[in-house]
């Protein structure tokens, strides 16, 4: 009792106790020694807090002492070193006891600081059922080292764990009964440190009533064995401590580092903002500047002009004045003369009559006078009023004066007239009805508006005009007016076979003699009514009886000139000037001349018409410019071999055959977050293609990258086309869906569907965007859509069950067993848990499409013998991954939108089987050649192409224009894999007629020439309904002309010469077209592609071949295929060279 008051006291004044092994109260009192610590732990939940033991003077003491944890590093409490270690010194085994049933010993060391040499606890661990206590106690060794029959000696009470109580009933001495924690079922007790002497104990079992021995005998720990047991604790827990310091230093040290490279980064980051800024202000400053020095200059030349213009007409009015007054006089004198003569001659009467002073020389009657609506007299009102006309400036023509039934050009200059023709005694013969029929054109002022320019002719002349072959020759009479707006008048005749044919213009613009041609669509304010584009650079306008006035008003200063050709309206005779060259005007004598004298009272300057055409047509084409086209104009497209039989199409993300990032191991435990290979460098680059560069720099997983890019697609466009962003998008995307971007964990627990809802919101964005374009049509549209396709299949689908909040759990049934029955896959399993199930539920990516591959061919690679319904339900589980990064073939597609919607519209379900029938034929011929090849995949191809229209015709205007978003993009996405497909069904057409061989095959029989042109025709309108405008409408009129020539001689193409000059005809300007196509995508992808790859650091080889592979794997490319296949043949049949022209000469 007296021990117990007094180990009260000390912990409330001191908080620490050290008592001494003796027997009397005073050595007790004497061996109490301060501490800092608290109260010893009695339980293995007390570990946090740890206990150490301290010697003292007299051999066994206790100092206990608290290891705090640390915080404030990181994101969560800092793990300060743990400086114990517990050592197993001996082991019994109890099953007499109970079966399983053991009793364990051990040593726990302390090296921190403030610990005592040898501070040792014994840790006593019995696993075993019951309600147990340790009665224990110091006994002494014999001369072995075991315990001798000696009494035991007690401890003091203040070493005594919580619950003890003093025995006095074992070998007539004294001991202690504690009891074992019975949730951990151990027991810690100070370790004694006097010679000779060790820990003695039995296990009392309180329920039994019993005790447990070892063998008769105590259990001992002997002070030898609690030495060495002691010295490998210790020095387990120096190393343990060693390795968590450093690691510790090592964590600071990163942070430090990190902060740092983070501090420098945000000072680079601020003072490049400043530098942009400045240097933006700086443009902006030269820009003004320039700007302003420019309207300067443009008006010092405008007024010097104006004065010389001014000046000149003031000589030549004069001299006209002096001409008139000369003549005048001339006439006077004659007058005078002749009026002398016939005076001599005349009567008095007469004389009088002609007298001009006579005052009733001119007299009339009133009736006469009121007839003729003058005044009867002097100063009374008149009886009849007859109407003023204006007569128009001297120079200017009344268009009625040019009979032009198809229009002087018209359109975009209100009021002005652009039949200024010269040659005003012509007069053209009746028109004779021709075969070319333009629509009628809208009707004009017949009244000019006032104009202040000279309407003279500045230039004119006559160019001879041949064919190639000499077959036709004729004129080209050329007049280069100063009207307001400036026109060209020009008047063609043509002989020998162009004799009697309606002609037509194929004309362009230019900056210069041999210049690029450029599209009068948009490089001119207006173009003649009736007008075709048939290409990108071109204009056709008819010529009614060979004569056509053309305004030629640009938008910008450097279209300066018109080049042409004249052709037949049949396409047979195309005329040029006699040296072969283009025929070439010059219009800027009178582009100068009309800037000088500036535009007629209220009408417009051209740049103010400009701004009123561009506020009125919001989304007008958007005209780019063709700066590759003669460098790829007349080139054959390159080989690229095909197979024969039919592949799965479709797999647009991450497959093991197209993987460009690194190696996706299997493992079978958890891996590290994955390393990021690329740069960040947005040197020079425009504002969208650095925020996709700086947006990648911070986000390492997938999806960040998706939520990253929906602000720069979606957050500045204002529903517009952002080329740029639209662009760099699809670059980057793809680059992301094949690895060359690499996708990393980001530290964060986000399942795949915050991925779908991010793409959800994309999709509705492009989707609309894409929509707007399709409405303006145009070059704008065919550009817009060629991004905005190639970016629907780059995102992931959204359907229901990827949105649900835990969408992908079969993969989680999997590694749990589902299909492994006995337990064979538990190797596969661990890796299917820890590279694909908790990755995927973790941080998605395209990588875990390619873990989940490379483990399906594992599972089903030859002679492995994994369960089959193991297999089964991992496979359903890879077509349920694919079909989240929509990379499933569109068979599969198709087939799972008809399965599980019912609601689908009659005729998509119409359309989708009967492609899947034809399909299926086509798929069941194994030869690589023969008609029944040919005849299968024309009908294949017939099938997929209206199953296209229905769907795009659906989408857009029918059923499905109202079906949910999620719907909306599987049917889109249905309808581009259909176009992909069609890529293999050419490649497969194209093999069976030998164009693929080495050398390629010159022949076709009339079968294989209708195959080719129905081939041909298929290619075309598939580019075409994908363009949406532009080039498409070219490849549709290809598409016409290819599929009508096929049948076009009772369901076979015509025979003989003329047969081979029409396909001919018909293949050169699909090549045309498609090389038309190509320039375009070049245009919009090489200098994205190279700027992006070069600032994320991807492979030199992945950014070369971006653009060439996005042509190679199109639909043109095989319709380019197909033309230089029909040439050749043509070539053959008509015994001209078989080869085709690369790069025109000079």
Not at 328 to 357: I, L, P
Not at 524 to 551: F, I, K, T
Not at 963 to 982: F, K
Request: net charge negative; glycine share 8%; proline share 6%.
């Amino acid at each position: 009792t007296h021990a117990s008051d007094l180990r009260a006291r000390s912990f409330a004044r001191e908080g620490v106790v050290a008592v001494g092994f003796c027997h009397r109260r005073t050595a007790l009192l004497a061996n109490m020694t301060p501490a800092r610590s608290l109260t010893p732990v009695t339980s293995r939940a007390a570990f946090a807090n740890r206990t150490a033991c301290v010697k003292s003077a007299s051999g066994f003491a206790v100092q206990c002492r608290r290891v705090q944890r640390g915080a404030g590093y990181g994101n969560g409490d800092a793990i300060s070193p743990d400086l114990t270690h517990t050592e197993e010194a001996f082991v019994v085994n109890l099953d007499r006891v109970a079966v399983g049933a053991y009793v364990a010993v051990s040593v726990r060391a302390d090296v921190s600081t403030d610990a005592a040499d040898n501070a040792l606890v014994c840790v006593v661990h019995a696993h075993m059922p019951g309600d147990i206590y340790v009665h224990w106690g110091l006994g002494s060794e014999d001369e072995g080292g075991g315990i001798s029959p000696d009494a035991w000696e007690c401890p003091p009470a203040e070493l005594m764990p919580r619950g003890s109580r003093r025995v006095s009933t074992w070998a007539s001495g004294a001991a202690v009964q504690s009891p074992i924690d019975p949730q951990s079922g151990t027991i810690e007790i100070p370790l004694p440190s006097r010679p000779g002497h060790g820990l003695a104990f039995v296990l009392f079992d309180a329920e039994k009533q019993c005790y447990y021995d070892r063998g008769g005998s105590a259990f001992f720990l002997n002070s030898a064995l609690s030495a060495s047991t002691a010295l490998r604790a210790t020095q387990a827990a120096k190393d343990q401590a060693f390795t968590q310091q450093t690691r510790l230093r090592a964590m600071a040290e990163s942070a430090t580092r990190e902060t740092a490279v983070a501090n420098a980064e945000a000072a680079r980051a601020r003072e490049e903002e400043l530098r942009r800024v400045d240097r933006l202000a700086n443009d902006v400053a030269e820009s003004r500047n320039r700007e302003r020095a420019g309207d300067a200059a443009n008006k010092a030349a405008f007024a010097a002009a104006a004065a010389e213009s001014q000046r000149q007409n003031a000589a030549d009015e004069a001299a006209s004045a002096e001409r008139r007054r000369v003549a005048a006089e001339k006439q006077a004198a004659y007058e005078k003369k002749m009026a002398e003569t016939r005076d001599a001659t005349r009567s008095a009467y007469e004389r009088f009559v002609n007298d001009t002073q006579n005052p009733f020389r001119n007299f009339t009657p009133a009736r006469a006078a009121a007839a003729r609506g003058e005044d009867v007299l002097p100063g009374m009102p008149q009886t009849a009023t007859m109407a003023a006309t204006m007569a128009p400036p001297a120079g200017f023509v009344v268009p009625a004066a040019f009979a032009n039934p198809l229009g002087g050009g018209g359109g975009g200059w209100d009021g002005a007239s652009s039949s200024a023709a010269t040659d005003h005694g012509y007069t053209p013969p009746p028109p004779p009805t021709p075969a070319y029929t333009a629509p009628t054109p809208m009707p004009v002022a017949t009244a000019p508006a006032p104009v202040s320019a000279s309407g003279a002719v500045v230039a004119s002349h006559t160019i001879a005009l041949t064919t190639e072959s000499g077959s036709s020759t004729g004129t080209c009479s050329v007049s280069v007016m100063a009207t307001w707006p400036p026109s060209v008048r020009i008047e063609c005749r043509a002989g020998g076979a162009a004799d009697g044919q309606p002609l037509l213009l194929h004309w362009g613009v230019s900056d210069r003699r041999g210049g690029s041609w450029m599209s009068p669509q948009t490089e001119l304010q207006s173009v003649p009514p009736g007008s075709r584009a048939p290409d990108a650079q071109s204009c056709e306008s008819a010529l009614e009886n060979g004569a056509r006035v053309v305004e030629f008003a640009p938008n910008a200063a450097g279209a300066t000139c018109m080049v042409m050709l004249i052709r037949t309206e049949n396409c047979q005779e195309w005329l040029r000037e006699t040296d072969g060259g283009d025929v070439f005007i010059d219009v800027s004598p009178a582009l100068d001349l009309v800037r000088a004298m500036g535009p007629p009272d209220g009408q417009p300057q051209p740049q103010q018409r400009q701004e009123q055409r561009q506020e009125q047509h919001h989304h007008q084409e958007h005209h780019h410019e063709q700066h590759h086209h003669q460098e790829r104009h007349h080139q054959e497209p390159q080989k690229s071999p095909h197979p024969s039989q039919p592949v799965a199409v479709g797999d647009h993300m991450a497959l093991l055959s197209t993987w460009a990032g690194a190696d996706v191991e299997l493992k079978d435990h958890k891996g590290g977050k994955g390393d990021r290979h690329n740069r960040w460098n947005t040197d020079g680059l425009p504002d969208a293609a650095r925020r996709i560069v700086e947006n990648d720099r911070d986000s390492a997983s997938y999806r960040q990258k998706l939520q990253k890019l929906e602000e720069v697609l979606c957050g500045d466009s204002g529903g517009g086309a952002d080329f740029d962003a639209l662009g760099y998008s699809a670059v980057y995307l793809f680059w992301v869906g094949v690895g060359a971007v690499a996708c990393a964990e980001d530290g964060g627990h986000y399942r795949p569907n915050h991925h779908a809802e991010t793409a959800s919101r994309i999709y509705q964005h492009i989707e609309n965007v894409e929509n707007a374009a399709t409405r303006t049509g145009g070059r704008y549209a065919e550009e817009t859509r060629a991004l905005i396709r190639r970016l629907h299949p780059r995102l992931p689908a959204f359907t229901a069950e990827f949105t649900q909040s835990v969408p992908l759990t079969r993969i989680r049934d999997i590694a749990h067993g589902k299909g492994d029955d006995n337990g064979r896959c538990r190797e596969v399993r661990q890796e299917i848990k820890h590279t694909i199930q908790n990755k995927l539920h973790r941080c998605a990516g395209p990588e875990d499409l390619v873990a989940t591959e490379k483990m399906l061919a594992k599972l089903t690679a030859p002679g492995t013998d994994y369960p089959a319904a193991f297999v089964e339900e991992f496979r359903i589980f890879h077509k349920e991954l694919k079909d989240f990064f929509n990379a499933s073939t569109v068979t599969d597609r198709i087939d799972k939108l008809l399965r599980e919607n019912g609601d689908a519209p009659p005729s998509v379900r119409d359309a989708a089987e009967a492609f899947s029938a034809a399909k299926q034929i086509c798929d069941g011929i194994t030869t690589g050649t023969g008609s029944e090849l040919l005849h299968a995949v024309e009908h294949a191809l017939g099938a997929l192409s209206n199953a296209r229209k229905v769907f795009d015709w659906e989408l857009t205007n029918g059923g499905l224009q109202s079906a949910s978003p999620d719907m909306r993009q599987q049917w889109r996405l249905a309808e581009i894999g259909l176009e992909e497909y069609a890529f293999v069904l050419l490649s497969r057409g194209i093999n069976a007629l030998g164009a693929e061989t080495d050398p390629p095959r010159t022949e076709m029989s009339a079968q294989e020439q209708k195959s080719a042109l129905l081939f041909l025709g298929q290619a075309a309108d598939a580019v075409a309904l994908s363009a949406g405008g532009g080039g498409g409408e070219e490849f549709a009129r290809v598409a016409l002309e290819a599929t009508e020539l096929a049948v076009a001689d009772n369901g076979m193409p015509p025979g003989g010469e003329n047969g081979a000059l029409r396909s001919r005809a018909v293949a050169e300007r699909a090549r045309r077209a498609s090389e038309d196509h190509c320039a375009m995508l070049a245009d919009l992808f090489d200098g994205r592609a190279s700027a992006l790859g070069n600032a994320l650091g991807i492979d030199k080889h992945v950014v070369e071949v971006f653009t060439e592979g996005q042509i190679r794997a199109s639909v043109v490319f095989q319709a380019a295929k197909l033309s230089s296949h029909l040439l050749r043949a043509a070539r053959a049949a008509t015994g001209e060279a078989g080869g085709g022209c690369l790069v025109a000469g000079g």
